[in-house]
């Protein structure tokens, strides 16, 4: 059993995972200022929660300085070097971004772990603090993508920018025409969104000439995904599945 660790910009979520089975997840959010023994602490408790034998901790991270305390938490807490994606461990796809080592490291783990769920092409598309679309082609290689600001980042700004729009919480809508401001933003995030989503893969699948496998995944997946018309698979833990599957991959050839 190992616990996948996934560093991100809003979120840290733990999993523990056995014979590629996700049997308990925890989600905390990312603060920069937590220290070493807050973050050893937080491990602790969740330890105690589950009771479980962890062989490796594996951490996949687009956080530095968050990755840097949880790493030393784990080893003094628990003995044991935590594997660092990208680092320790290789993720075994083909990267054809013009610079490979732009890429963020959550989006390579996302593409490995999508070709393990559905046939290539694949769009994968990840709802969190960014919006990301990474492209997987037939051959399995990862072929770049687009981002955008994802959709808490961009109510925040919303917010902060406007002096008489309230900020609000988005939930699942079915009126596309708001009679009050807060329906009003509501439907221009929760239908502005999905459209978005549907306008990248109906101009990547054009551009591209062909149909792809649709998998979304991400923080504010499991709501967007109530209001698309395409079909996807949606799959909340893609990234700590990614991340299980490329340690299982690292650990085969040790």
Known sequence: MILAIDIGNTT?????????????SYKLSSNIDKTVDDWLLDLKVIFSVENLEVQDFVISSVVPQIEDKISYAIKKGFNKKPLIIGKDLKVPI????????????????NAYGAIHKANPPLIVIDLGTAITFDIVNEKGEYEG???FPGIDSSIKTLFSKTSKLPMVSINETKNIIGKTTIESIQSGI?????SLIEGMVNRISKHYNRD???????GNS???SKGLSIKHILDEYLS???IYLIYKF?????
């Open 145 to 147: 993508g687009a981002i």
């Open 212 to 218: 792809f496998n649709i998998i979304i995944t991400g």
């Open 12 to 24: 840290v979520e733990f999993g523990f995972i056995k014979d590629q089975k996700l049997l308990k």
């Open 94 to 109: 083909k990267n054809n971004y013009k610079n490979p080592y732009e890429v963020g490291i959550d989006r390579l783990v």
């Open 222 to 224: 499991k709501l967007i």
């Open 250 to 254: 690292n650990h085969s050839k040790l």
């Open 240 to 242: 700590l599945e990614g």
């Open 190 to 194: 929760f239908f502005g969104y999905c």
